[in-house]
């Protein structure tokens, strides 16, 4: 079974920027999450999704930071305009439903703002 | 608020040397709590699922307990292939679903 799919893998960029990343969760999979992981602050969740439908979005950090899932097998989270503070690996998760079901990660992007 | 504490940050052992890894945890009721090996450039990655006070899940050289406050992860007789960052979290039945991540422990095994 393939796993969790992001892309691209690296992405460096120019301050003001778009930047759009990419998930393809684990087929059958009804919950996406998006996570930003930092040495200074561990693992966020940024938002999550329940069946394509945005469920929680509070830890999107500001209006530059959106999040789109236009169908079970694809998401995107688009940042725009970028900061260097933005830098960060970026995670999405799948699983199946939430209670107490595991997550499984992709390999993240590694974003840098220049 | 919830709170996932794990201890220590980092841990240095050599090869055979038994350690166990720390999780505590504030919930108001655990719904689950979740173990995970992230390597270097990767995602974290799933070990085990633990539900209830007393409860124990072993996979190869790790074994992972549960008690109401905190969540052991012994690792017997470590390899250098173990090396990696240990994460656990918490689901807490009363709150929303998703799981509140500690920031992990980075466990390097030396040959």
């Known amino acids: 079974d393939a796993g969790v799919i992001q892309s691209p893998r690296h992405e460096v960029t120019e301050m003001g920027q778009e930047v759009t990343l990419r998930c393809k969760p684990i087929?059958?999979?009804?919950?996406l999450f998006w996570y930003r992981q930092t040495m200074m602050r561990g693992l966020e969740l940024l938002i999550y999704?329940?069946?394509?439908?945005?469920?929680?979005d509070s830890g999107m950090p500001e209006d530059r930071f959106s999040a789109k899932m236009p169908n079970a097998s694809f998401s995107t989270l688009k940042i725009q305009p970028s900061e260097p503070r933005d830098s960060a690996v970026y995670f999405c998760?799948?699983?199946?439903?939430?209670?107490?079901?595991?997550?499984?990660f992709g390999d993240g992007t590694r974003l840098s703002i220049l | 608020e919830d709170q996932v504490t794990q201890s220590p940050e980092a841990l240095r052992l050599q090869e055979g040397e038994s350690s166990s890894l720390n999780c505590s945890y504030t919930v108001s009721g655990l719904r689950g709590l979740f173990w995970y090996r992230q390597d270097p450039g990767k995602g974290p990655e799933f070990l085990f699922t633990l539900y209830s006070a007393g409860e124990e899940k072993e996979k190869e050289r790790l074994k992972a307990t549960l008690t109401k406050k905190e969540s052991f992860l012994h690792i017997t007789a470590p390899k250098p292939e173990d090396s990696a960052t240990y994460l656990c979290?918490?689901?807490?039945?009363?709150?929303?679903?998703?799981?509140?991540f500690g920031r992990g422990t980075s466990l390097i095994v030396h040959p």
């Open positions: 979290a918490v689901q807490d039945a009363g709150g929303s679903y998703i799981p509140t």
């Open positions: 998760a799948s699983s199946f439903g939430t209670s107490n079901q595991p997550q499984h």
């Open positions: 999704f329940n069946n394509n439908v945005p469920i929680d």
């Open positions: 087929s059958g999979h009804n919950s």
